[in-house]
């Protein structure tokens, strides 16, 4: 029998794209790249499997954890359409394949776990994903068009920049969500909330208002924002909503998680279980390893992994007195579980090996640099000016402009883009050097 149409891989989409999806595959200096997107960034075990098998069979065997809780098998060649259809065969695509691009949403990998949430997010997001996946007037949102729902967790990333962000918080016994447009809820205030059983309508709303007013060029909520101020897309919003939108007081911006909990155990609201957490080093796993984590997570948990925007995993539902046995486990596989382990706070894009505008081998600079990286110091390495692999401005960014050399910046807030230009044209040797200093500055 033929394959439908709509079901093979393909490079058109609505809006053209560079990005990758499940059903397009984009051409890099290593192959083609295939991206995952996951339903609240969760995995069952023999997905991960299938994941292997198919990065092994028809790619390299490199899989890449991203910053927005998915994964992508690079370095694909030969039939890509067998590629896609083995995970498809998996569950790993959506229903209705016009989807696959607008599947954007971004949840706490603990949603539904955690200790401190004020909502179990994971309903309202399945209501989310089900209207993307059916309503085809939204199959025109960009896929770059992005949402994010934080009902409150501990362990949640608030700093990536968001078209729509939504946050739990608590009014009067009740929860609410607040949202916002083209930003964060660690470094923005809310627009307004409504009560959190019309999170879904006001979800809705927003994402067809932006159809009807934003322009062919205008593919995310920033640009629109560019010619149409906030508050008069909000006027327009209170028309579409059943309910008013409501003032938010004295906004409280929710922590971010500076301490890595993502790393390590985390204790979750479920008496007795741990989750454990451990990271890919520069978000790369090898299918070897990708199947090995799978097994622990029958044998230790429930048979998940949940993805994280840290790049890193998260297994879920461990019977507390085991994790430590888990963690020693995914530590012997190569995984990253504590942040005292410089490369886990180190982060690269696939660089000059992987990016025909990469201008260094930035994973394998990386490398180097984790064994001159003070303690406590975090920072990203780019390959050009794009940052594809930093979803936000790292505390530190090293900026390649030739092989091996880099400028280093320092993210403020008071500087755009990567922040304060610190030293031009370093080695990685001195870029460490220049670190160690600063380091030492702010510990003296």
Do not use: Y
């Given at each position: 029998m033929n394959e439908p149409q709509s079901a093979?891989?393909?490079?058109?989409?609505?809006?053209?794209?560079?990005?990758?999806?499940?059903?397009?595959?984009?051409?890099?200096?290593?192959?083609?790249?295939?991206?995952?997107?996951?339903?609240?960034?969760?995995?069952?075990?023999?997905?991960?499997?299938?994941?292997?098998?198919?990065?092994?069979?028809?790619?390299?065997?490199?899989?890449?954890?991203?910053?927005?809780?998915?994964?992508?098998?690079?370095?694909?060649?030969?039939?890509?359409?067998?590629?896609?259809?083995?995970?498809?065969?998996?569950?790993?695509?959506?229903?209705?394949?016009?989807?696959?691009?607008?599947?954007?949403?971004?949840?706490?990998?603990?949603?539904g776990l955690d200790r401190d949430m004020l909502l179990d997010t994971r309903p309202l997001a399945a209501q989310i994903l089900t209207s993307l996946e059916q309503r085809p007037r939204l199959h025109q949102l960009s896929p770059k068009f992005a949402v994010c729902l934080d009902g409150g967790e501990g362990l949640a990333m608030r700093e990536h920049p968001h078209d729509l962000w939504l946050s739990a918080l608590q009014r009067d016994g009740q929860t609410w969500l607040a949202f916002g447009l083209a930003g964060c809820p660690a470094f923005d205030a809310p627009l307004a909330a409504v009560?959190?059983?019309?999170?879904?309508?006001?979800?809705?709303?927003?994402?067809?208002?932006?159809?009807?007013?934003?322009?062919?060029?205008?593919?995310?909520?920033?640009?629109?924002?560019?010619?149409?101020?906030?508050?008069?897309?909000?006027?327009?919003?209170?028309?579409?909503?059943?309910?008013?939108?409501?003032?938010?007081?004295?906004?409280?911006?929710?922590a971010t998680n500076q301490d890595y909990r993502h790393l390590g155990l985390y204790p979750q609201a479920q008496a007795g279980c741990v989750a454990v957490g451990a990271a890919a080093p520069l978000g790369r796993l090898t299918s070897t390893t990708l199947r090995q984590v799978a097994r622990l997570a029958v044998q230790y948990g429930d048979g998940q992994l949940h993805l994280t925007p840290w790049q890193s995993l998260l297994l879920p539902n461990v019977p507390a007195e085991r994790g430590q046995a888990l963690l020693e486990a995914l530590q012997a596989l190569g995984l990253l579980v504590s942040p005292d382990q410089a490369l886990a706070r180190l982060t690269a894009c696939s660089g000059a090996q992987g990016c025909a505008k990469g201008l260094a081998d930035t994973k394998a600079d990386a490398v180097r640099l984790a064994e001159r990286l003070p303690g406590g110091v975090s920072a990203h390495l780019t390959g050009c000016k794009r940052s594809c692999a930093a979803a936000h401005v790292a505390p530190f960014t090293l900026l390649a402009v030739a092989p091996g050399r880099y400028d280093l910046y320092q993210r403020d807030a008071q500087h755009p883009g990567f922040g304060v230009l610190r030293a031009r044209d370093l080695t990685i040797d001195a870029v460490g050097a220049h670190l160690a200093v600063d380091s030492r500055s702010h510990t003296a």
């Open positions: 093979r891989p393909s490079f058109a989409t609505p809006r053209p794209s560079a990005c990758p999806g499940l059903l397009r595959i984009v051409a890099a200096r290593d192959g083609g790249i295939c991206r995952v997107k996951l339903a609240g960034g969760v995995l069952s075990a023999e997905q991960a499997l299938a994941v292997a098998a198919a990065a092994e069979t028809h790619a390299g065997g490199v899989i890449e954890l991203t910053n927005r809780s998915n994964l992508q098998i690079r370095g694909i060649h030969g039939d890509h359409q067998a590629l896609v259809a083995d995970l498809l065969g998996a569950g790993l695509g959506p229903g209705n394949p016009a989807s696959d691009d607008v599947r954007n949403l971004m949840l706490s990998p603990s949603a009560p959190v059983e019309q999170g879904h309508a006001l979800v809705l709303a927003v994402l067809e208002l932006f159809l009807d007013l934003a322009s062919p060029e205008q593919a995310r909520m920033r640009q629109l924002l560019s010619d149409l101020p906030a508050a008069a897309f909000l006027a327009q919003l209170r028309a579409r909503i059943p309910v008013p939108l409501e003032a938010v007081e004295g906004w409280q911006k929710p």
